[in-house]
């Protein structure tokens, strides 16, 4: 053998052993990268499902407040029903006995003017849905 083809057997050999290397570590890259990937993968999606939690969160916290805010605003209501109808019940005995003691009065100035007398005071004509 002469030097020439020792030579290319030695850069051949090398050659090869180099390509062999480089393809274990492209090898060994390409499974870094992937493991890279997924676990870069799985983060983001573990951000993902907390923002989505946190979205959910926030959203269930704003229907339960609003929630409790109606309850309350229907219990305040409740309470101005009954209110109202108790200043209605009273409104309208008031004006019974406003009306009962009109009568009264027009009866003892009627007594007083059989006596021939001019009574000093006449209450006026009061209509109260005209004062509104």
């Not at 492209?26 to 989505?52: H, L, M, V």
């Not at 027009?106 to 021939?116: A, D, F, M, T």
Request: glycine share 6%.
């Amino acid at each position: 053998m002469d030097w020439q083809h020792i030579i290319t057997a030695i850069l051949s050999a090398a050659f090869s052993g180099g390509i062999i290397v480089y393809l274990f570590e492209w090898r060994e890259r390409k499974r870094q990268a992937g493991a890279t990937a997924k676990k870069i993968n799985a983060e983001a999606n573990s951000i993902q499902a907390g923002a989505d939690n946190q979205t959910l969160e926030g959203a269930f916290k704003l229907i339960e407040t609003l929630t409790n805010q109606l309850k309350l605003q229907e219990k305040k209501g409740e309470a101005m029903e009954v209110r109202m109808l108790r200043l209605e019940r009273i409104g309208n005995r008031a004006l019974n006995r406003i009306a009962y003691l009109m009568d009264g009065i027009r009866k003892l100035i009627s007594q007083i003017e059989r006596h021939n007398e001019r009574p000093e005071w006449q209450p006026c004509e009061w209509q109260p849905e005209e004062e509104e």
